[in-house]
């Protein structure tokens, strides 16, 4: 694993948790750390279970134990490593968004392809898609349960950034992140449309703001729990993306990325509406999904919550007995269950390099749409 921020410490738990918990094809064993600081590399492999810890990816990914490279440092690494990683004949799980620019997304999909060719396998990691409740929503839409798409509503909101004062971490840098809470959780709400319901967006109109252009830079630590320093610095990316897109069949959705929505901690809400019902998901109620089934009879039409909680729903058998919830972390494992086998079966697991591309491609239009007075833009 490269990289040992917050996504490290997510992704390791996803490593070591679920090899414990489901039957994989193949034993894991979590080899290796990579990380800039000699010292803070090495405690992060103590506290989360790593064999070693390393400060030069490049002779990690040419060592000839390691079959699987999981990058989970910021976006302005993305490109190199897992190119490099590519070619040197290991697997790579890429942290979102898949790269800063379209162009690194680009060469990354050109390479997972001439590798796939080779067996090897590539996939980013929009963990959401692994909450169960909303893989079920998923597989209600895919069997006609609300009929055709008409319309969606997908929020990603957060509140740490309504602080004035909360320090500029590396998300609020263009040049590391790319871009700010479109990239960062925008691209969240944007693939977890696409992926329940089965269609791409393919336009683009939007608005970014910047509402705090100012803030102290960071002290201690790092990413989001590092502490403010006295000096300050400019944001460079937004803080708040608005935008409406259109789905291939036609339906359109409206999306919004924040993270100045005091109170919403970590809000992914999608809800579609369609031609015979409606769903509705909030990873702050995680463990539930709203369902709307409009061919039910009038007198008993309304909205009922379904506690996603039991073995037939997806994931869950491999935990708890019935009707116990799971959170956050959970994600991760499922991510890895999925990967792990689609490496085992010589299948290509999803989301692909190909897959990130295009939602990088939706972010690369928002952004221009926006400097275009939210002109409506084909996406790439
Ligand atoms: C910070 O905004 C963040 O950690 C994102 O980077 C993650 O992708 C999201 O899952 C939670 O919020």
Redesign the pocket.
């Known amino acids: 694993m490269i990289g040992h921020g917050?996504?490290g410490a997510a992704h390791s738990q996803g490593w070591r948790v679920a090899p414990r918990f489901f039957d994989l094809p193949a034993t894991v064993e979590m080899a290796v750390v990579v990380g800039r600081s000699e010292e803070s590399t090495r405690a992060a492999a103590q506290k989360w279970g790593w064999a070693e810890a390393a400060t030069d990816w490049r002779e990690v990914i040419a060592r000839d134990d390691i079959d699987i490279v999981d990058i989970v440092t910021p976006g302005d690494s993305h490109a190199e490593i897992a190119i490099a990683a590519l070619e040197a004949g290991t697997h790579v799980m890429c942290e979102?968004p898949l790269a800063n620019t379209v162009a690194e997304a680009e060469a990354m999909t050109a390479a997972a392809e001439r590798a796939a060719a080779r067996g090897v396998r590539s996939m980013v990691g929009f963990?959401?898609r692994r909450v169960p409740a909303a893989t079920f929503a998923r597989d209600l839409v895919a069997a006609g349960r609300i009929g055709e798409v008409r319309q969606v509503r997908a929020e990603y909101l957060?509140d740490?950034l309504s602080d004035a004062d909360a320090p500029l971490t590396w998300?609020l840098q263009k040049e590391r992140a790319g871009s700010g809470a479109l990239g960062?959780?925008g691209a969240?709400a944007i693939d977890l449309t696409e992926f329940i319901t089965g269609e791409h967006v393919t336009r683009i109109s939007g608005v970014l703001e910047t509402l705090v252009a100012e803030r102290p830079l960071l002290g201690e630590g790092i990413g989001?729990s590092g502490t403010a320093s006295a000096e300050r610095g400019a944001v460079t990316v937004d803080d708040l993306a608005l935008f409406t897109g259109r789905l291939e069949k036609g339906a359109l959705a409206s999306f919004e990325a924040s993270?100045f929505r005091t109170g919403r901690k970590?809000a992914l809400r999608i809800e579609i509406s369609g031609s015979a019902g409606a769903l509705a998901f909030d990873l702050e109620r995680m463990n539930e999904l709203e369902f709307y089934d409009a061919t039910a009879p009038e007198t008993e039409l309304g909205f009922r919550r379904i506690l996603v909680t039991e073995h037939d729903h997806p994931y869950l058998s491999a935990w708890w007995p019935t009707g116990h919830m799971l959170g956050y972390e959970h994600g991760f494992s499922h991510q890895v269950v999925d990967f792990v086998t689609a490496i085992a079966d010589g299948s290509q697991p999803h989301p692909s390099f190909a897959e990130g591309l295009h939602v990088q491609r939706v972010l690369d239009a928002v952004e221009q749409s926006a400097a275009q007075g939210s002109a409506w833009l084909d996406v790439g």
């Open positions: 917050f996504m979102k963990t959401y957060q740490w998300r960062d959780i969240h989001l993270r970590n």
